[in-house]
C-alpha cells in the first residue's frame, strides 16, 4: 500500500498562490489515479482535482483555471498549484490515492488511501 504526506499549506492574502505536495511511500504513484480533495468547517469533503495515471487532469468547477495538478513519478510526488486564492478556498486539504480503474475521479469513495491533510488559510 501507498503511504501519502502533504505539505505546503499556510497562511495566504487573498490573490495569493500556495503549491502543494503530497509525498507519497511504499509504492510509487505512477501505480495509482492520484487527487485532491478539501474540507471546510463545518462542510463536507468535496472534489479538487485529480490526474489520471496517463496524466489527464479533471477539476472541480470553482477551481477550473486557478488550480493545477501535476504528478513527478520520478520524486513519488504530486503537486497542487493553486492560483487566484479567495477565502472560499480556505480548508483543510487532503491527497488521495485510487488503485482502481479510471471511472469518476471526483467521487471521493473510490479513493483507498489518504493523507493527514494540510491546512490552506485565506485571508481577505
Known amino acids: 500500500q501507498v503511504q501519502l504526506v502533504e505539505s505546503g499549506g499556510g497562511l495566504v492574502q487573498a490573490g495569493g498562490s500556495l503549491r502543494l505536495s503530497c509525498a507519497a511511500s511504499?509504492?510509487?504513484?505512477?501505480?495509482?489515479?492520484m487527487g485532491w480533495f478539501r474540507q471546510a468547517p463545518g462542510k463536507e469533503r468535496e472534489f479538487v482535482a485529480a490526474?489520471?495515471?496517463?496524466?489527464?487532469?479533471y477539476y472541480a468547477d470553482s477551481v477550473k483555471g486557478r488550480f493545477t495538478i501535476s504528478r513527478v513519478n520520478a520524486k513519488n510526488t504530486v503537486y497542487l498549484q493553486m492560483n487566484s486564492l479567495n477565502v472560499e478556498d480556505t480548508a483543510v486539504y487532503y491527497c488521495?490515492?485510487?488503485?482502481?480503474?479510471?471511472?469518476?475521479?471526483?467521487?471521493?469513495?473510490?479513493?483507498?488511501?489518504w493523507g493527514q491533510g494540510t491546512q490552506v488559510t485565506v485571508s481577505s
Open positions: 488521495a490515492a485510487d488503485s482502481g480503474v479510471l471511472r469518476n475521479p471526483s467521487e471521493l469513495s473510490r479513493y483507498d488511501y
Open positions: 511504499g509504492r510509487t504513484v505512477s501505480n495509482y489515479i
Open positions: 490526474n489520471s495515471r496517463s496524466g489527464s487532469t
